[in-house]
């Protein structure tokens, strides 16, 4: 089982709509939460993150959090053509959970 | 707005050759990481680093690599002889509490 898994995609959804990513980790004593958006032959930009069960709003963003079915969601509304990229879900493991885990990253494309 | 920058953005080298990877992270960070990306798969850590040692290396980190934090600015990764296999984006990131910021990263070529 990996330990974070997303769809590779691609999600397509016209312009303005919801687009709704979602992941799942193995590891229950997972703690923190992060979404990453990331261009073409770009690095990760960082978009927010989640500790606590439930949702979590920056902007157009929401995270969405349940810790009992292992399960973490980025939700962007009014889509536009420039969030087309890669978004990539990583949790927080290690020794003093210092080291990120990503996800294979879910392709976004947003058609005007 | 404070970023962690890289040099050199694209490194050709010959494979069984060093190279070195230069970061500057975000200065009041405290915890610094290599990760890796090879073209089309997953990013990957490498390693972590705080208080002037490493706090955690994966099964890639192998002997073949070393990090150094040779001043207060800068953070570098080396690798002592480079494989076809080691050609990747290689991105520094760091942090001061739970969020990592990551350099725009260094495109690595062994050939």
């Known amino acids: 089982q990996k330990e974070v898994e997303q769809n590779s995609g691609p999600l397509s959804v016209p312009e303005g709509a919801i687009a709704s990513l979602n992941c799942t980790y193995s590891d229950r004593g997972s703690q923190s939460f992060f979404w990453y958006r990331q261009y073409s032959g770009k690095s990760p930009e960082l978009i927010m993150f989640i500790y606590s069960n439930g949702d979590k709003e920056d902007g157009r963003f929401t995270a969405q959090l349940n810790k009992a079915s292992q399960y973490v969601s980025l939700l962007i509304r009014d889509s536009q053509p420039s969030d087309s990229a890669t978004y990539l879900c990583a949790v927080n493991k290690g020794r003093g959970f210092q080291k990120l885990v990503f996800g294979t990253g879910t392709r976004l494309l947003v058609s005007p | 707005e404070p970023e962690v920058t890289q040099t050199p953005s694209h490194q050709v080298t010959q494979m069984g050759q060093e190279v070195i990877l230069r970061c500057v992270p975000i200065s009041n960070h405290l915890y610094f990481y290599w990760y890796r990306q090879i073209l089309g798969q997953k990013v990957e850590f490498l390693v972590s680093?705080?208080?002037?040692?490493?706090?955690?290396k994966s099964e890639i980190f192998d002997d073949q690599f070393s990090v150094e934090r040779p001043d207060g600015s800068n953070f570098t990764l080396k690798i002592r002889s480079t494989k076809l296999e080691d050609s990747a984006m290689y991105f520094c990131a760091s942090r001061r509490e739970a969020e990592a910021f990551f350099g725009q990263g260094t495109r690595l070529t062994v050939v």
């Open positions: 680093f705080y208080n002037n040692e490493i706090s955690e």
